[in-house]
């Protein structure tokens, strides 16, 4: 069933925010697009005015990436509406540990926010028989910066001064740092509280490349999933450090658009060197992703996006959220359903979901390359 209503969207995305644990939704999947056939019990004329074509009856394993969690729910929610007889299990585990879960070969897939690493991709072969695990680009977003200043409802900030908050080096809301971006403001006295993911986490390693990128010196960290800075308080998930911003008064953290949407929590732009400060919405994310470049080989689609860039209203903190599938070698019983989840989720349906729910929809360059790389999985 397609989404047609935004505002059923954005009813969607705040009860997605505090969805804990696992989403276990019923579901079909098959290889292709093109049928309109339903499996047992299933309708094929609401599986056809979807779009989404059902096939045979598994039990599909699949765990990683918070930040594409919001999404998710509403992706299998809508396929569980166009198809029966098949159980989608997807766990918002962070990407660290959905990586994990497919190298053991325990799930059909992974989400993830950052591409495998070489040795995590030499791993993947003794899972994938007679291939390897690939990236696939998935659900765009940006990383928004999420601030609890209470009296202050506009806040630009740029990448040193945020390296300095993280680092613990500027510990003040009247900073003369960040006086000097926001002359108008009336900024309190009130000491800051940072707060970071305490687990494995993509949208960990995107937010600081960006401040490795755009910082220099600032940030001495040499980055990865995994949290290096010293001070500050961690919560697990997008959605804990977005609940811990939400009620801690003089708090700042960095989670994705969607959680800060859903949430309500105010957001700060960042000076970046373009002519205006830039704002964080899905199109400012767009114009940051439609200039990556792939430097995945083969069926791979890992992408490079540039985090220090200055072209105007081009968001730079965005992360990409990869399916990690094997190529080759995946196991029988679930490969038709997972290429045809895969199918929906790269499609125009899944795609259109995007938006509204604060992430940035696939360039269709990167889509159709996607799309091309999910029919050839076997």
């Known amino acids: 069933m397609k989404l047609q209503r935004k505002s059923g969207l954005r009813a969607l995305a705040v009860g997605a925010a505090a969805v804990s644990g696992a989403l276990v939704l019923t579901a079909c999947g098959s290889d292709n697009n093109s049928t309109t056939a339903a499996p047992s019990g299933g309708s094929s004329s609401t599986a056809a005015a979807s779009g989404i074509t059902c096939g045979p009856k598994a039990n599909l394993l699949a765990s990683g990436s918070t930040a594409q969690q919001n999404a998710v729910n509403v992706w299998v929610k809508n396929y569980m509406q166009a198809c029966s007889g098949s159980e989608i299990n997807y766990k918002g585990t962070g990407s660290g540990a959905g990586v994990t879960d497919f190298l053991n070969g325990t799930t059909a897939f992974a989400g993830s926010d950052s591409a495998l690493k070489p040795a995590e991709i030499t791993q993947s072969k003794k899972v994938c028989a007679g291939g390897q695990g690939i990236d696939l680009p998935m659900a765009p977003g940006p990383i928004a910066i999420g601030y609890n200043v209470p009296g202050v409802s506009n806040l630009v900030l740029d990448a040193d001064t945020l390296a300095k908050i993280f680092n613990g080096r500027i510990t003040h809301w009247n900073d003369p740092a960040i006086a000097k971006l926001n002359p108008s403001a009336k900024l309190p006295s009130t000491p800051i509280q940072t707060f970071h993911r305490s687990d494995a986490s993509g949208t960990t390693d995107n937010f600081t490349k960006y401040l490795i990128g755009a910082a220099g010196t600032d940030w001495p960290y040499s980055g990865g999933k995994a949290w290096q800075a010293k001070g500050g308080q961690s919560a697990t998930g997008s959605a804990g450090v977005a609940a811990q911003v939400k009620q801690t008064a003089g708090s700042i953290g960095y989670f994705e658009l969607s959680y800060a949407t859903s949430q309500s929590i105010s957001t700060a732009q960042l000076n970046t060197g373009a002519a205006q400060p830039v704002t964080v919405s899905s199109d400012s994310a767009s114009k940051d992703v439609a200039a990556a470049q792939v430097v995945g080989t083969g069926g791979d689609l890992a992408l490079k996006l540039d985090y220090a860039t200055k072209a105007d209203g081009a968001w730079p903190i965005t992360l990409v959220t990869y ?41 269709d360059a990167i889509a159709t390359k996607v799309r091309a790389a999910i029919s050839s999985l076997s």
């Open 323 to 363: 399916e990690i599938v094997c190529d080759k070698g995946n196991k029988a019983a679930t490969l038709p359903a997972t290429k045809a989840f895969l199918n929906y989720i790269a499609g125009t349906q899944g795609q259109g979901a995007l938006t509204a729910l604060g992430y940035a929809p696939l360039p």
